[in-house]
């Protein structure tokens, strides 16, 4: 049965930990001989980075497909264009725009290569592996499942980010508090939901109240790519959701702070903070690679 790394939802608990504990550990170059296209729709330093490399680590070849290469549904459909990798590879790592799009070439494909998401319009799965991975190195000595009762908060616009991030925290017991304007705030239902997990979620629309005793903050951009029309009044809605010393300060002493990347800098985090001594983000770029290492591991073992 192949495998596919779609949405930390559809992992569930025992997947999310498997995928955790393979991106730590060592083990065979599962993707000898295996050709891996990465497609990407939209741009980015690190899942390109990430991807080429933890290919490249297991003994793969990977090849990166841009938009103007491909053009999903502009060009040929997402069916067509699924169709003919299948053809030439066995996995395909996705950045897309519309998350349909993984569906629809899944079903194309029938399920004869396997998927990773890379991004898509309602979830970051690798990014919230790569988070947790990140938390358990500076607050319970590397154990994922330690996280259990530690207190995040995220505070900004609750993107695709946001809720691959709070699924995971969820699944591993961990208390998450999303603090944003209404309008900004988590919608109802969907793909990637966080309340459909149970567990301890919070939602507030004061940035003081969220961090409030936090054991992490977190945060993203404001205006993500496509959004750059609403700049100016984003810029309005979400100034009180600003990470800076003064917001900090209500977290725990000692609270570590943690940004996806790319930081529009004195927007939703100023310099000190990202670059001040309570900043991980340098680390969770780090395990970028690691988190996709462990998804391509995963999708190659044979299922427990």
């Known amino acids: 049965m192949t495998r596919h790394f779609l949405t930390i939802d559809a992992l569930g608990v025992d997947g999310l930990l498997q995928v955790c504990e393979l991106a730590r550990s060592e083990g065979p170059a599962v993707l ?76 194309a494909t029938n399920d004869s290569m396997a998927l990773v998401n890379l991004m898509s319009d ?32 995220y505070v900004g616009d609750v993107t695709n980010v946001a809720r691959s991030l709070a699924v995971a925290l969820l699944n591993v017991g961990a208390n998450v508090t999303l603090g944003a304007p209404g309008e900004y705030q988590l919608g109802e239902g969907g793909i990637e939901d966080p309340r ?52 900090l300060a209500a977290a725990s002493p000692g609270a570590v702070v943690l940004h996806c990347l790319p930081a529009h800098r004195g927007d939703e985090i100023t310099d000190e903070v990202l670059d001040g001594p309570q900043s991980v983000v340098w680390r969770q770029v780090f395990h970028r690679r690691s988190a996709m290492r462990g998804a391509l591991r995963w999708i190659k073992e044979e299922p427990r």
């Open 32 to 107: 000898t001989h295996d050709e891996v296209a990465l497609v990407f729709e939209r741009p980015s330093l690190r899942t390109r980075a990430a991807a080429s490399t933890a290919v490249h680590d297991l003994g793969g070849n990977a090849t990166f497909f841009g938009d103007d290469e491909i053009g999903i549904d502009t060009r040929e459909s997402a069916e067509d264009v699924g169709r003919t990798l299948a053809q030439m590879f066995t996995v395909a790592g996705l950045r897309v725009r519309r998350h349909g799009a993984l569906e629809r070439i899944r079903r």
């Open 196 to 247: 459909a997990v149970g567990g301890s979620l919070t939602l507030t629309d004061s940035a003081h109240d969220a961090v409030k005793g936090a054991d992490v903050v977190y945060t993203d951009v404001w205006v993500s790519m496509g959004l750059e029309a609403e700049s100016q009044r984003r810029r309005i809605d979400l100034d009180a959701f600003r990470v800076d010393d003064s917001l």
């Open 122 to 153: 309602v979830a970051h799965p690798t990014q919230a592996v790569a988070d947790l991975l990140t938390m358990a190195d500076y607050l319970s000595g590397g154990d994922v499942r330690a996280l259990a009762g530690v207190n995040v908060a």
